[in-house]
DNA sequence: CCCTTGACTATCT
DNA sequence: GAGATAGCCAAGG
C-alpha cells in the first residue's frame, strides 16, 4: 500500500467517523476536511478499503443524491439507514438532516404558502 | 509510458 | 432541472 493511501485513509476514515448522526456529508467536503481538496474521487476507494466499522451511509453525492444504482442493495440499505436516522429524502435526494418538528412545514411545503 | 476506471463535481445546455 | 461535458487524480493493467 502506498503512502498516499496509508496518509489519505487515515484522514478520510477519521472526518467519516465524526459525522455526526443524522447529517451528511458529501465525497468532496469529506475530501477538503481531510485535507486533500481534489481527491473525491479517492474518497470512495478509501471507504472500501477500511476495515473499521465507518457511517458509511452518512456518506452522499453533492447534489444530495446516493452514489450508488438506484435498484442495488447498498442504495436501500444506505436510505433505510438514514431514514432511520430521520434524515429527510424527497425524490431520490437527501433533503435535510435531523430537524426539530417545527421546522418541517417550512422543509416540506416550503417557506412560502 | 499510455489508457482506463471510478461510491465525484462544477458548469453549461 | 435532467443530461452532457470537461476537469479531477491515484491505481492498476
Redesign the pocket.
Known amino acids: 500500500?502506498?503512502?498516499?493511501?496509508a496518509r489519505?485513509d487515515e484522514a478520510v476514515w477519521q472526518i467519516i467517523a465524526n459525522i455526526p448522526l443524522g447529517q451528511v456529508m458529501?465525497?468532496?467536503?469529506?475530501?477538503r476536511a481531510a485535507g486533500f481538496?481534489?481527491?473525491?474521487?479517492?474518497?470512495?476507494?478509501a471507504?472500501?478499503r477500511s476495515t473499521k466499522k465507518l457511517p458509511?451511509?452518512r456518506?452522499?453525492?453533492?447534489?444530495g443524491s446516493l452514489?450508488?444504482p438506484l435498484k442495488s442493495e447498498?442504495y436501500e440499505t444506505?436510505k433505510a439507514r438514514l431514514m432511520s436516522e430521520g434524515v429527510l429524502m424527497l425524490?431520490g435526494k437527501v433533503s435535510a438532516a435531523k430537524t426539530e418538528p417545527d421546522d418541517l412545514d417550512a422543509l416540506i411545503w416550503g417557506p412560502e404558502s
Open positions: 500500500m502506498s503512502l498516499f493511501q489519505f458529501a465525497y468532496g467536503e469529506i475530501a481538496p481534489r481527491h473525491s474521487r479517492m474518497v470512495s476507494k471507504m472500501s458509511w451511509h456518506v452522499i453525492r453533492s447534489d452514489a450508488f447498498e444506505q425524490n
